[in-house]
């Protein structure tokens, strides 16, 4: 679990956001005027009506962006859009791309 200051609020708002699109989700971020990067997921009952399936999803990406974090520039909102793709995929296969996404939106240190 992300701690209080990394998550970003409810609403899945990002003003001026960039947007990077994967197989498995869409990746929006914008700069925050904080010290602290702020991370949400977005599973909509359209990937599946189960909620057990929606964490599952949610969990898994989490988890990616938690062992990525100290590497991760300060200052930053991004929302992941989780894609009816993300359903059934393993770990590592969503960390995968989750590493592509950062890189090729050079959100790293």
Not at 6 to 12: A, I
Not at 42 to 66: F, G
Not at 80 to 104: D, N, P, S
């Amino acid at each position: 679990m992300l701690k209080k200051e990394h998550r970003l609020t409810t609403g899945g708002r990002i003003a001026n956001a960039q947007v990077l699109s994967t197989g498995l989700f869409v990746l929006k971020f914008a700069k925050n005027n904080q010290e602290a990067s702020r991370f949400g997921f977005l599973v909509s009952k359209k990937v599946d009506l189960r909620a057990t399936v929606r964490n599952r999803i949610r969990r898994q990406t989490r988890k990616c962006i938690e062992d990525r974090l100290p590497r991760i520039l300060p200052g930053l909102d991004l929302l992941f859009i989780l894609k009816k793709e993300a359903q059934g995929k393993e770990t590592k296969e969503t960390c995968v791309l989750v590493e592509e996404a950062l890189r090729k939106g050079n959100l790293y240190k």
